[in-house]
């Protein structure tokens, strides 16, 4: 199997052909945009037949294989894009055959599965990536950039409401919805907002309540096993309203609505609410500091952060208003901004914004209020991290050999 010359850039693989896989094409543009960057993509891996398939269609010159272990030796970096339940076994294996990982959120579906992999980086000092796009999203750098200049003052609260108007598609139709896949929504869709609300209260959850429950899609009947299809098949504004639906995943037994309440280390108070039924899809955030609040209205290109620094009865208005920049549909800008990190941390030896440190930090908060909120809603704290491993992060030592690669 030959899957390109050493000295030709950073031979990458992509390991999951569905529809996440997408973020693989930036790979060409991030290379061919950024003179520093040489990378293509050589090899794909899919387990089923289907997927090679779309492999082959996509990239027809790379090697395609049923498994992520026949990639060892061949590249030097991997797109991991499989479901959320594999993710921990995978990035374990290409981190101990030493090829550099860009792994999708969740980073795993439970807290012990995401230490086992910060841990193997840690050892290994194999470079790991978590792909936390919406952190890169033009209204999160918006949000930030306002605390950032002191708005709003010291930032005391972070709470965040999440219509998740497109959820009967994107998440009851298959193995999203099956909780030994996912463990939860709270988890695999929440995880970037958790990190998100982590980012804009400058503190990572500490202690954790979760409450919520599976309100309506369990009441639909009508099911079917779509294996063999991809979201894009089903997806339509037309399946509403959400009763209504039909074919849902024959296994439905996560939460649809839920919420989250959380302390972060810093004192910061900060709540979360996720609703797959709503028929708008968007999320928004308020965050309230010594000083004033902040408000974004729509969360991509065409909304508004608003600003309110004077005391006043109710007031759509605000005392400053700011565009969001960006796509006005979809998150294209952040996963190339994202693809653009990690091929610049992996060649260049760059250190990169997103941390798999707040990947795990988001895995905690979301795995923990999903086991507070099955059992009672009790609080519960998060474990730490090994010190070595939390060392490794902060002051990385090691340097990946892709990063002579091509340079
Ligand atoms: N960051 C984001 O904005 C974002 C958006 C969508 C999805 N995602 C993440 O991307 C991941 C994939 O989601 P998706 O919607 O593309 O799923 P999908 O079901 O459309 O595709 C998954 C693909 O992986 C393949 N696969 C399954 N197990 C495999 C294995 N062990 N080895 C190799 N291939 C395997 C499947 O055959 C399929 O082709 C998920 O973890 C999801 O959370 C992230």
């Known amino acids: 199997m030959s899957m390109g010359a050493d000295n030709a850039g950073l031979r990458v693989a992509v390991i999951g052909m569905g529809q996440r ?5 930036h790979v060409a543009d991030a290379t061919a945009t950024d003179p520093a960057l040489a990378a293509r993509v050589v090899a794909v891996a899919d387990v ?13 010159d790379a090697v395609v294989v049923g498994h992520h272990r026949d990639l060892t ?25 030493g090829i550099a990982v860009y792994l999708e959120k969740p980073l795993a579906i439970t807290v012990e599965d995401a230490d086992a992999v910060l841990n193997t980086a840690a050892e ?13 999203a033009a209204v999160v750098r918006l949000m930030r950039e306002v605390i950032a200049r002191g708005e709003i003052g010291e930032v005391k609260a972070v709470w965040c409401r999440h219509f998740v108007g497109n959820g009967g598609d994107y ?16 988890l695999q869709k929440a995880s970037h907002d958790l990190d998100v609300i982590h980012a804009l209260g400058g503190g990572d959850t500490a202690r954790v309540v979760g409450m919520g429950s599976l309100s309506v899609y369990g009441e639909v009947t009508d099911r079917r096993d779509r294996s063999g299809e991809l979201m894009g098949d089903w997806f339509s504004h037309d399946n509403w309203p959400p009763l209504a639906q039909t074919g849902l995943n024959p296994v439905v037994d996560v939460e649809d609505v839920s919420m989250v309440m959380m302390t972060l280390d810093n004192g910061v108070q900060a709540s979360y609410e996720q609703c797959h039924f709503t028929p708008d899809y968007w ?12 408000e974004n209205i729509g969360d991509t290109g065409g909304g508004v952060v608003k600003v309110w620094t004077h005391r006043r009865g109710w007031d759509t208005a605000g005392d400053r208003e700011y565009p969001i920049d960006g796509v006005e549909d979809g998150h294209a800008d952040a996963d190339l901004l994202t693809m653009t990190e990690f091929l ?4 260049l030896g760059e250190p990169a914004e997103l941390s798999p440190i707040a990947a795990r930090a988001a895995v905690a908060a979301g795995a923990l209020a999903t086991r507070s909120l099955r059992t009672g809603s009790v609080p ?10 939390i060392a490794h992060f902060t002051h990385p030592t090691t340097t990946h050999p892709a990063q002579t690669v091509g340079s």
């Open 73 to 97: 030796g061949h590249v030097d970096a991997a797109i991991v894009t499989t479901p959320d339940w594999t993710h921990a076994e995978i990035a374990i294996d290409l981190l101990r055959a």
């Open 380 to 389: 519960i704290d998060v474990p730490p991290l090994p010190a070595e491993t």
């Open 283 to 294: 999320r928004n955030y308020t965050v309230i500091g010594t000083e004033g609040r902040l």
């Open 124 to 136: 290994t000092g194999t470079p790991l990536y978590v792909g936390h796009n919406f952190r890169h």
């Open 21 to 25: 896989s997408a973020i693989a094409r």
């Open 344 to 347: 610049r941390s992996v060649a």
């Open 171 to 186: 998440y009851f139709k298959d193995w999203h919805a099956d909780r030994t896949k996912v463990n939860s929504l709270l």
């Open 48 to 60: 089923t037949a289907a997927g090679r398939e779309r492999g082959h269609a996509e990239y027809p």
